[in-house]
């Protein structure tokens, strides 16, 4: 979504960091630069102008002050940085628990921005964490909102609260009071109320989300907002404020192509935090919202603490243990371990959001956008074609080893043969780096020599016998 503003900042700065030292037009031109960026991708003028005066002033002041040899373009930069965290709410906020369980949560939101499937979302990230929420299906008039949120509930294996059947019968009111009876009775710590949106705001779905509120007394009410729809939400977000009231704001439709303005004012204008981001299609993608990591990827640093924490969760434990030893012993590294690294990417989601989120991916959006998806599904499928032997060694696939995986596989001799030479050099790599070494191709990147291991100096070579039975008697000596 903030493909097209990251590139923006992208180039802005590498033009600000070539200038050398730093004068105050410099400052003004960039400032400009910002705010056309911010303005095209959609944002409050009111946030844009604010954003941009205090960049300015801060930068201004700092020029002044500023000792020589100071990196003028980087303390400009961590300036914007400081401010976009700031927009973007601060600091990430969790959702208060109440002292007597269970935990009322309140989704409210317009028709089409994703509640249902964003209470299913919810819920299973609380579960995962071990608690017990509860499903309450109050959004009685939308047709088949109740048998979503049930089918929801079952793929997460979260019960749900749905007495009536909607489609326009029932009083959501009764059932969300009744639902978090049920949850007290049950012992359920967490309640999540799915309430009913319209195409627009109006008088009946403000007084119904207002009824809603009073029955069950919410410990938290959530904001669920598009981020496609631009503009319109934050006029939604501040007539919610004003007609109900919310704590929080969920920002759904991450993985779209808009502009994403709406991420960058909502919380500048409500004075509440976004607490939570829902990133694509699958009730998995969805995380707490931390504005410094938003804003470290609008800014082109990528996000790699989000990276590492679904990497951490994708790959086991044990798995990354015994690898970390194997390769602590000298051991090398095999199409078996190979085969655990490309399941545990497979849980990680999309490769393309995967990369997204490395340092300096604004510049490969189109290699990016151009990744193929289903080479991982083809790599899987031509390694477990193998037999064990010949994962743990594949110097023993001759060619009719090779046409026999192909076949198994469904793919073509020449891809077996390319993963074979592609994983022949990566193993030469990692033997490279373990012995200290610098693997050809990282040299001029920047990254600091390795201690070389200590190891016995080898006796010589001696040529080998062209008889094969005596080569084998020389090699067992």
């Known amino acids: 979504m903030f493909d097209s503003l990251s590139s923006r900042f992208s180039s ?21 630069e910002i705010r056309q960026a911010l303005l095209e991708s959609d944002v409050a003028l009111e946030v844009v102008e604010s954003f941009v005066a205090e960049i300015a002033e801060k930068s201004t002041t700092a020029l002044a002050t500023m000792q020589s040899g100071t990196n003028q373009a980087n303390a400009i930069f961590e300036i914007v940085n400081a401010s976009l965290i700031e927009i973007l709410g601060g600091s990430a906020r969790r959702v208060r628990f109440a002292k007597n369980p269970p935990t009322v949560i309140m989704l409210a939101g317009l028709q089409g921005a994703g509640k249902t499937t964003l209470a299913g979302k919810l819920a299973k990230f609380y579960a995962d964490q071990g608690n017990t929420p509860l499903l309450v299906a109050s959004d009685l008039q939308r047709p088949n909102a109740v048998t979503q949120l049930q089918v929801v509930g079952q793929s997460i294996g979260v019960p749900v609260f749905a007495p009536e059947a909607g489609n326009g019968v029932g009083d959501p009111v009764k059932v969300a009071k009744a639902g978090v009876e049920f949850a007290k009775a049950k012992q359920y710590n967490m ?49 919610f404020l004003d007609g109900v009231g919310f704590d929080g704001v969920v920002l759904t439709k991450l993985d779209g192509d808009a502009r994403g303005g709406a991420a960058l004012s909502i ?17 998995s993608d ?88 289903g080479e991982i599904v083809r790599t899987k499928a031509i390694v477990e074609s193998m037999t064990p032997i010949e994962r743990r060694d594949p110097k023993v696939l001759n060619g009719s080893r090779r046409s026999r995986i192909a076949k198994g596989s469904g793919r073509a001799v020449s891809e077996v043969n390319n993963l074979v030479e592609r994983f022949s050099a990566a193993q030469k790599m990692m033997k490279q780096v373990r012995n200290g070494a610098m693997p050809a191709g990282m040299a001029g990147m920047g990254l600091p020599p390795m201690p070389a291991v200590k190891a016995s100096i080898a006796p010589k070579k001696k040529s080998k016998s062209g008889n094969p039975a005596k080569r084998a008697i020389e090699e067992a000596q």
């Open 191 to 239: 309640v999540i109320v799915d309430t009913a949106g319209r195409l627009g705001v109006d008088a009946d779905l403000m007084k119904q989300a207002g009824d809603i509120r009073d029955a069950v007394h919410p410990d938290e009410i959530l904001f669920v907002v598009d981020a496609m729809i631009g503009q319109d939400a934050v006029r939604t977000s501040q007539a």
């Open 286 to 373: 969805f995380d707490i919202f931390y504005p410094e990591r938003m804003a470290s990827r609008i800014l082109g640093m990528g996000d790699v603490a989000t990276l590492a924490e679904q990497a951490k969760k994708a790959f086991d434990g044990d798995t990354s243990e015994k690898l970390e030893a194997k390769f602590a012993r000298g051991e090398d590294f095999t199409l078996e371990d190979f085969l655990d690294q490309l399941s545990a990417m497979s849980k990680m989601g999309s490769m393309s959001k995967l990369l997204g989120m490395l340092p300096g991916s604004a510049g490969m959006k189109k290699q990016i956008d151009n990744f193929d998806e």
């Open 267 to 283: 919380a500048s204008l409500t004075k509440r935090p976004i607490m939570f981001a829902s990133s694509g299609e699958k009730l």
């Open 12 to 32: 802005t700065f590498s033009s600000l960091r070539s200038r050398g030292k730093i004068s105050k037009n410099d400052i003004d031109a960039t400032c400009a």
